[in-house]
């Protein structure tokens, strides 16, 4: 038993009208499920758009005030994050994965990327600060999806909403700016929608880029490796000419020689292309990584 390998999602500036918006977290809605490894790795994939919490446990460990706490705060945080329950004693292999060597354990998965959080019990308060930092990482590193409930209304959360009707009509014109404009009128509204994002993400860089002349752009980074608008240009270059690791790099290492409100600046844009690229391409996964190197 391995950990699953995240496979990249192609770009693909063609389809970026195609978005949907999940209804209202029903009532009675949960976001606990339990993992076997028969659905492991399908599970984990989910950590590309949003946290999951992972609880390994065993009946024979006598901490169900604990497992109950972790049920008690999933559901409260109504997606937010995914609990993924494996009962060690059914699911060994899990266990050996994750390097397991005592029960309960509760390890975060951000982006496919493991982040142990505790062993042994903890109260309830304990647990919910030990969450909420984990959220806050997964926040900086523009993981902002939301997880579908597991049971009372899964499902429903392929009904399409109608308000994106107009930035499709947008984009089929060619109107990249008026897209723009209609996807922040959505994400105004549900700032957390994940595919949203995605799709502004993607027809901003295509308004950015229209009509600019590549060597021009390239050599006017290349005349100051400190000025931002020049680096932002070239990265977008880079991104469209299918060099994603080069404007990760660009803009991770002016993230390093920026400080404030600029910093934040080239932050945002990172996470912008991030959005653009997928969260499950290695570069971005790679570039996360340094993001949060270069950030702390």
Do not use: C, H, W
């Not at 995914?82 to 899990?94: E, F, K, M, Q, T």
């Not at 919910?128 to 899964?154: D, T, W, Y």
Request: charged share 20%; glycine share 8%; hydrophobic share 50%.
């Amino acid at each position: 038993m391995t950990l699953p390998k995240f496979t990249s999602r192609a770009m693909d500036l063609s389809g970026i009208a195609a978005a949907a918006k999940a209804p209202p977290v029903p009532p009675g809605a949960s976001f606990v499920v339990e993992v076997d490894e028969a659905n492991f790795e399908t599970v984990m994939q989910g950590s590309m758009q949003y946290p999951i919490v992972v609880e390994l446990y065993s009946p024979r460990a006598n901490a169900q005030a604990l497992s109950d706490d972790l049920i008690a705060l999933a559901n409260a945080a109504a997606g937010a994050y995914l609990l993924a329950r494996v009962n060690v004693d059914a699911a060994g292999g899990i266990a050996q994965a994750f390097g397991v060597q005592a029960v309960p354990t509760v390890i975060g998965v951000v982006g496919g990327q493991l982040a142990p959080l505790f062993q042994g019990t903890r109260s309830k308060p304990e647990v919910e600060a030990m969450i909420a930092q984990l959220l806050q990482v997964a926040a900086q590193s523009g993981l902002n999806g939301r997880a579908n409930p597991v049971a009372g209304g899964a499902g429903e959360a392929d009904i399409a909403d109608p308000r994106f009707e107009a930035a499709d009509a947008a984009l089929e014109r060619g109107d990249f700016a008026a897209a723009v404009v209609e996807y922040d009128k959505i994400l105004a509204q549900t700032p957390n929608d994940a595919e949203a994002k995605a799709g502004r993400a993607q027809v901003a860089l295509l308004a950015r880029s229209a009509g600019g002349d590549p060597a021009a752009v390239l050599a006017a980074a290349d005349a100051d490796p400190t000025d931002v608008n020049p680096q932002f240009a070239a990265a977008d270059l880079e991104v469209l000419a299918g060099r994603p690791e080069a404007a990760f790099k660009r803009l991770i290492e002016l993230v390093r020689q920026t400080s404030a409100s600029e910093r934040e600046t080239v932050r945002v844009r990172l996470l912008e292309l991030f959005e653009v690229v997928g969260n499950a391409d290695p570069a971005v996964l790679k570039a996360r990584r340094d993001l949060m190197s270069a950030l702390f």
